[in-house]
């Protein structure tokens, strides 16, 4: 029998984010009332962070197998097969919570996590994305915590030494009092030297690695599945802190000790820590595991086998050795400086036993604590429909070529060069895209290959109708790949979305992945990978439905690319795709119009899959060399920001009769791109695109140094360049 | 030409810098912090970019003390070449092998662009393939770049002809946008004495190859190849 110093009070069970029957269902489970150390195992592992309790049942639709999918959701990171016996790794990660309350170190250990995440599989991280959320510019906090959350993710990235390539970055007030830092990491692993959680074997050793275990990110997990009030600032203690120089040391022991051949099984400890790691890992090996914590290097003196087993310090690692090889395993984390203990061994009773100075503190069935977690089918109401706004119902207040001016200097469109700056985008040499493009390019090694990367998601979409939201993140992270002439492969998933036990946002929720999954089926682009984050909200106000999606291209030849860049003058500009100047949801009708209404455009997959296709075709037989996919602004910001990374003008001179110029110009049809070529080859591409019924026509021409719109006065690329260049260095240092 | 790349704790620019070296016709291998020695026929020393130690404490200075800066300091007394690029300039300074110090970028951020620098001069195993007062395109990433010395070291440094690379725009005008670490004088690189140590903030190894970025960088590495007779 196990000794209980501390009774177990309705409160604390309460305090430890457990519902009264979650906790019944615990004692029932174990038969008697739990420790402390066991009540905090628990609360570390049915949590929502922890367990999916909320989104389980719905995650089981998404589609997640492919020929190249090696390893699907379930892992640390998602596993495809690009070739040459080359796997790509890779995985996205909220840390909202955290970032709220303690920028720097919410954002960089956000970051560090997911790097780790990566390389527990043996795979060398290359590119790292992110995707970021603050709210409304004016909000007294918003530029605190994107300074903080910028400073936070360089500070770690450029000191762990992989490039950061990508992002998107975006303002709401829906996300005043919940911010979002979303980090993805991508890696490089040969096929054959892929590394999972599962234990084999009885009686092996179980040794730590890394950083020693302090006080920090106790409860970090229960945290994260908590909504935000006005105290919440207090719990800045559980956000850990990140030591970017001690993960280096990590990725560099680590990859070296899986070359030995020493490795059985590896875990990361990121949320809940030891906890969840140590369980990970028996229970996927249908093992018991028993740890010592008297063994466990502590950074602090006087840990309880509470605070150890809760602890999310961060840098730390739990392998499963093979016996006999400790020694040639401890030599290499010595030569690195880290710590190495055997803390335990893995056992055949299925139970996973914590031992601390000669007492059992824990002794708790391990499959049970994983697979016995409570699964919640939660009430969801769909969300109201949208009224379709009919394109001429909706008045210019302002001239198209003002409006233009206006949309690429503000919040959302503004350029991002201030953030990205901060960034090293181009350490390891194989940065081919840097950001600003519709995807980032990197090499694979020496080459030829290449992956084609991205973050996306348009949440305004999502709150209007949750399922065509879902679709169209997905669709516009295929076309963001396909724009740069990589082939889609697969994705990552970040699901942000506000309290699952309210009914509309759990109508969000479950509508988005239902979009998500249709999607995903229909452009062949299995989810990997993912991360679900609820509880996005403070005081009763949700975020916006924000389901990032993170994307992965092969690129074949990485020298056949393309980029948004007009290349040279008197090239024909080409318009693929069909265009009803659909201004529902548009960032015209919000930030022109100030009106948040409408439906969002309706997402056609088919139509979405062979006009990229098409795309993707013309890219690859080097026909095209300039594109850019169409969505927020619609043509207009997607010519501005092609003259501007050019630094080439065009004539715009064709428009559809009968649809009203803003229309036209700002809508935000789907599955559209443009294109910029010789106009010899425009002829052709015209003519295979009408033999397959793809629409396709000719706006006007590149040259000169400002952009034209039809019957509009001139814009200089300087002009355009200006004002999308100010805005955010300008809001950051308070002239804005 | 055999060069030495020396590895320590968190340095991350080393695989960028063998491939550079490599890629001019330098048999180029990484080296330990923790040796004694550095390998036999040893060239050129090169100390890449990186967070040696975390920088935690100053940039560099850490590293600066490690036990192979002995056989780099003496391989650098016999005339031998050194290039400390970025942390490696840091480390140089920290050192005593360069004179002066990286303090804190101007605006206090962490960089990362592109970035022309002006060759000052080209009579030297560094930069003899390029061409006095060019251009080149390169680019930098760094937190603490801004070389700050005392007055009469500066006025030693540009009296003496050591200044080795400015901050300046694409027509090689030195400008106060170009120079945007806030560097006295626009210093990105200088040299020692004898002409033959290098610091430099900005990375040359990340430029030298069309498909990422350009090709200026190059000149760097195949001036020091084209500094030694091929071995026989």
Same mark, same amino acid.
């Given at each position: 029998?196990? !000794?209980?110093?501390?009774?177990?009070?309705?409160?604390?069970?309460?305090?430890?984010?457990?519902?009264?029957?979650?906790?019944?269902?615990?004692?029932?489970?174990?038969? !008697?009332?739990?420790?402390?150390?066991?009540?905090?195992?628990?609360?570390?592992?049915?949590?929502?962070?922890?367990?999916?309790?909320?989104?389980?049942?719905?995650?089981?639709?998404?589609?997640?197998?492919?020929?190249?999918?090696?390893? &699907?959701?379930?892992?640390?990171?998602?596993?495809?097969?690009?070739?040459?016996?080359?796997?790509?790794?890779?995985?996205?990660?909220?840390?909202?919570?955290?970032?709220?309350?303690?920028?720097?170190?919410?954002?960089?250990?956000?970051?560090?996590?997911?790097?780790?995440?990566?390389? /527990?599989?043996?795979?060398?991280?290359?590119?790292?994305?992110?995707?970021?959320?603050?709210?409304?510019?004016?909000?007294?906090?918003?530029?605190?915590?994107?300074?903080?959350?910028?400073?936070?993710?360089? $500070?770690?990235?450029?000191?762990?030494?992989?490039?950061?390539?990508? $992002?998107?970055?975006?303002?709401?007030?829906?996300?005043?009092?919940?911010?979002?830092?979303?980090?993805?990491?991508?890696?490089?692993?040969?096929?054959?030297?892929?590394?999972?959680?599962?234990?084999?074997?009885?009686?092996?050793?179980?040794?730590?690695?890394?950083?020693?275990?302090?006080?920090?990110?106790?409860?970090?997990?229960?945290?994260?599945?908590?909504?935000?009030?006005?105290?919440?600032?207090?719990?800045?203690? /559980?956000?850990?802190? &990140?030591?970017?120089?001690?993960?280096?040391?990590?990725?560099?022991?680590?990859?070296?000790?899986?070359?030995?051949?020493?490795?059985?099984?590896?875990?990361?400890?990121?949320?809940?820590?030891?906890?969840?790691?140590?369980?990970?890992?028996?229970? %996927?090996?249908?093992?018991?595991?028993?740890?010592?914590?008297? +063994?466990?290097?502590?950074?602090?003196? $006087?840990?309880?086998?509470?605070?150890?087993?809760?602890?999310?310090?961060?840098? !730390?690692?739990?392998?499963?050795?093979?016996?006999?090889?400790?020694?040639?395993?401890?030599?290499?984390?010595?030569?690195?400086?880290?710590?190495?203990?055997?803390?335990?061994?893995?056992?055949?009773?299925?139970?996973?036993?914590?031992?601390?100075?000669?007492?059992?503190?824990?002794?708790?069935?391990?499959?049970?604590?994983?697979?016995?977690?409570?699964?919640?089918?939660?009430?969801? =109401?769909?969300?109201?429909?949208?009224? =379709?706004?009919?394109?001429?119902?909706?008045?210019?207040?302002?001239?198209?070529?003002?409006?233009?001016? %206006?949309? =690429?200097?503000?919040?959302?469109?503004?350029?991002?060069?201030?953030?990205?700056?901060?960034?090293?985008?181009?350490?390891?040499?194989?940065?081919?895209?840097?950001?600003?493009?519709?995807?980032?390019?990197?090499?694979?090694?020496?080459?030829?290959?290449?992956?084609?990367?991205?973050?996306?998601?348009?949440?305004?979409?999502?709150?209007?109708?949750?399922?065509?939201?879902?679709?169209?993140?997905?669709?516009?992270?295929?076309?963001?790949?396909?724009?740069?002439?990589?082939?889609?492969?697969?994705?990552?998933?970040?699901?942000?979305?506000?309290?699952?036990?309210?009914?509309?946002?759990?109508?969000?929720?479950?509508?988005?992945? +239902?979009?998500?999954?249709?999607?995903?089926?229909?452009?062949?682009?299995?989810?990997?990978?993912?991360?679900?984050?609820?509880?996005?909200?403070?005081?009763?106000?949700?975020?916006?439905?924000?389901?990032?999606?993170?994307?992965?291209?092969?690129?074949?030849?990485?020298?056949?690319?393309?980029?948004?860049?007009?290349?040279?003058?008197?090239?024909?500009?080409?318009?693929?795709?069909?265009?009803?100047?659909?201004?529902?949801?548009?960032?015209?009708?919000?930030?022109?119009?100030?009106?948040?209404?409408?439906?969002?455009?309706?997402?056609?997959?088919?139509?979405?899959?062979?006009?990229?296709?098409?795309?993707?075709?013309?890219?690859?037989?080097?026909?095209?060399?300039?594109?850019?996919?169409?969505?927020?602004?619609?043509?207009?910001?997607?010519?501005?920001?092609?003259?501007?990374?050019?630094?080439?003008?065009?004539?715009?001179?064709?428009?559809?009769?009968?649809?009203?110029?803003?229309?036209?110009?700002?809508?935000?049809?789907?599955?559209?791109?443009?294109?910029?070529?010789?106009?010899?080859?425009?002829?052709?591409?015209?003519?295979?695109?009408?033999?397959?019924?793809?629409?396709?026509?000719?706006?006007?021409?590149?040259?000169?140094?400002?952009?034209?719109?039809?019957?509009?006065?001139?814009?200089?690329?300087?002009?355009?360049?200006?004002?999308?260049?100010?805005?955010?260095?300008?809001?950051?240092?308070?002239?804005? | 030409?055999?060069?030495?790349?020396?590895?320590?704790?968190?340095?991350?620019?080393? $695989?960028?810098?063998?491939?550079?070296?490599?890629?001019?016709?330098?048999?180029?291998?990484?080296?330990?912090?923790?040796?004694?020695?550095?390998?036999?026929?040893?060239?050129?020393?090169?100390?890449?970019?990186?967070?040696?130690?975390?920088?935690?404490?100053?940039?560099?200075?850490?590293?600066?003390?490690?036990?192979?800066?002995?056989?780099?300091?003496?391989?650098?007394?016999?005339?031998?070449?050194?290039?400390?690029?970025?942390?490696?300039?840091?480390?140089?300074?920290?050192?005593?092998?360069?004179?002066?110090?990286?303090?804190?970028?101007?605006?206090?951020?962490?960089?990362?662009? !592109?970035?022309?620098?002006?060759?000052?001069?080209?009579?030297?195993?560094? /930069?003899?393939?390029?061409?006095?007062?060019?251009?080149?395109?390169?680019?930098?990433?760094?937190?603490?770049?801004?070389?700050?010395?005392?007055?009469?070291?500066?006025?030693?440094?540009?009296?003496?002809?050591?200044?080795?690379?400015?901050?300046?725009?694409?027509?090689?005008?030195?400008?106060?946008?170009?120079?945007?670490?806030?560097?006295?004088?626009?210093?990105?690189?200088?040299?020692?004495?004898?002409?033959?140590?290098?610091?430099?903030?900005?990375?040359?190894?990340?430029?030298?190859?069309?498909?990422?970025?350009?090709?200026?960088?190059?000149?760097?590495?195949?001036?020091?190849?084209?500094?030694?007779?091929?071995?026989?």
């Amino acid at each position: 029998m196990i !000794r209980n110093d501390v009774a177990i009070t309705p409160e604390l069970v309460k305090e430890h984010g457990l519902k009264p029957d979650e906790y019944e269902r615990f004692v029932t489970l174990i038969g !008697r009332e739990p420790t402390i150390t066991e009540l905090g195992i628990v609360s570390a592992m049915w949590n929502e962070h922890c367990s999916y309790k909320s989104s389980r049942i719905h995650l089981r639709g998404l589609p997640t197998k492919a020929p190249w999918v090696i390893q &699907g959701p379930g892992e640390n990171a998602g596993v495809i097969d690009i070739g040459d016996g080359l796997a790509c790794i890779f995985k996205m990660e909220s840390h909202n919570h955290p970032s709220f309350i303690e920028p720097y170190q919410g954002a960089a250990t956000g970051v560090g996590g997911i790097l780790r995440d990566v390389f /527990t599989m043996g795979a060398r991280p290359i590119a790292s994305l992110n995707f970021l959320r603050f709210g409304e510019p004016d909000h007294p906090k918003t530029p605190h915590l994107v300074s903080g959350v910028v400073a936070g993710i360089g $500070g770690y990235g450029n000191s762990f030494g992989v490039p950061t390539v990508g $992002g998107s970055v975006g303002f709401d007030k829906r996300y005043n009092g919940n911010i979002l830092v979303n980090a993805m990491a991508v890696g490089l692993a040969r096929t054959d030297e892929i590394f999972y959680a599962k234990a084999t074997g009885v009686g092996n050793p179980i040794v730590y690695l890394g950083s020693k275990t302090g006080r920090d990110g106790i409860h970090g997990a229960t945290m994260a599945s908590a909504e935000f009030d006005d105290a919440s600032e207090e719990k800045r203690p /559980t956000v850990q802190v &990140g030591d970017p120089f001690a993960e280096k040391l990590l990725l560099e022991a680590c990859l070296e000790l899986m070359k030995s051949g020493a490795v059985i099984a590896i875990q990361d400890m990121g949320a809940a820590g030891l906890t969840s790691s140590a369980v990970e890992m028996g229970a %996927k090996g249908n093992l018991g595991i028993e740890l010592d914590l008297d +063994k466990v290097p502590c950074r602090e003196e $006087g840990m309880t086998a509470y605070e150890m087993m809760l602890s999310e310090s961060q840098e !730390r690692m739990l392998m499963v050795l093979k016996p006999g090889m400790e020694q040639e395993a401890e030599a290499i984390f010595h030569k690195w400086g880290l710590d190495f203990a055997v803390i335990g061994k893995t056992t055949d009773t299925l139970r996973f036993v914590i031992k601390h100075q000669g007492e059992v503190k824990a002794d708790l069935p391990i499959k049970e604590l994983g697979d016995e977690a409570p699964l919640y089918d939660r009430p969801w =109401v769909e969300s109201p429909r949208q009224p =379709v706004i009919a394109p001429d119902s909706v008045k210019a207040p302002m001239s198209e070529a003002e409006a233009l001016l %206006k949309l =690429v200097g503000s919040p959302d469109q503004c350029s991002k060069r201030w953030v990205w700056e901060q960034y090293d985008h181009l350490i390891l040499g194989n940065t081919v895209q840097t950001p600003g493009g519709d995807a980032a390019i990197v090499r694979v090694e020496d080459g030829p290959k290449g992956l084609a990367l991205t973050t996306d998601v348009t949440p305004r979409y999502c709150e209007a109708d949750p399922f065509e939201g879902g679709k169209q993140a997905v669709a516009e992270a295929w076309r963001n790949i396909t724009a740069v002439g990589g082939l889609p492969l697969a994705l990552t998933d970040n699901l942000n979305f506000a309290s699952p036990e309210r009914p509309e946002s759990m109508g969000q929720f479950v509508g988005c992945v +239902k979009g998500i999954g249709e999607a995903c089926k229909a452009l062949d682009f299995p989810v990997v990978s993912g991360n679900v984050s609820l509880y996005n909200e403070t005081n009763g106000q949700g975020i916006l439905p924000t389901p990032a999606i993170g994307g992965v291209g092969l690129l074949d030849d990485v020298t056949v690319n393309a980029s948004v860049a007009f290349k040279a003058e008197g090239e024909a500009i080409i318009l693929i795709g069909a265009t009803e100047g659909w201004l529902g949801q548009s960032i015209y009708l919000r930030d022109v119009c100030g009106r948040e209404e409408g439906a969002p455009p309706p997402v056609d997959l088919a139509q979405e899959k062979r006009n990229g296709d098409f795309v993707r075709q013309l890219i690859r037989s080097g026909q095209v060399k300039t594109v850019h996919d169409l969505s927020d602004g619609g043509i207009a910001l997607a010519l501005a920001e092609m003259a501007m990374a050019g630094g080439v003008g065009a004539e715009i001179t064709a428009f559809p009769e009968g649809l009203p110029l803003h229309a036209f110009l700002f809508g935000e049809d789907q599955a559209r791109y443009l294109i910029a070529v010789d106009e010899d080859v425009a002829a052709d591409i015209l003519y295979e695109a009408g033999a397959i019924g793809i629409p396709a026509v000719t706006l006007g021409l590149t040259g000169g140094d400002a952009l034209i719109l039809p019957g509009q006065q001139a814009i200089s690329v300087k002009q355009l360049k200006a004002a999308h260049e100010a805005w955010l260095p300008n809001y950051m240092t308070g002239k804005a | 030409m055999k060069s030495a790349v020396i590895v320590f704790p968190g340095s991350n620019r080393e $695989g960028d810098m063998v491939r550079a070296l490599t890629l001019a016709g330098s048999d180029a291998q990484k080296v330990w912090h923790a040796e004694t020695e550095l390998p036999k026929g040893t060239d050129l020393v090169v100390l890449p970019g990186g967070f040696s130690y975390g920088d935690y404490l100053r940039c560099g200075a850490i590293a600066g003390r490690a036990t192979v800066m002995d056989a780099v300091r003496a391989h650098a007394a016999c005339g031998g070449l050194v290039l400390g690029v970025c942390n490696g300039f840091q480390i140089l300074c920290e050192a005593g092998l360069l004179p002066g110090i990286l303090m804190r970028n101007a605006n206090l951020k962490f960089i990362c662009h !592109r970035q022309y620098l002006r060759v000052e001069r080209t009579d030297t195993a560094f /930069t003899r393939n390029y061409t006095k007062g060019q251009a080149i395109d390169v680019c930098v990433a760094h937190g603490e770049g801004n070389y700050t010395a005392d007055e009469e070291t500066l006025k030693r440094l540009e009296g003496e002809g050591l200044v080795a690379f400015r901050y300046a725009d694409a027509q090689g005008h030195i400008t106060q946008d170009a120079n945007r670490n806030g560097s006295m004088n626009s210093i990105a690189g200088i040299y020692s004495d004898k002409l033959n140590v290098l610091g430099m903030m900005p990375h040359p190894e990340n430029l030298i190859e069309d498909l990422v970025g350009g090709t200026d960088g190059r000149g760097l590495f195949e001036s020091l190849v084209s500094s030694f007779p091929k071995a026989a």
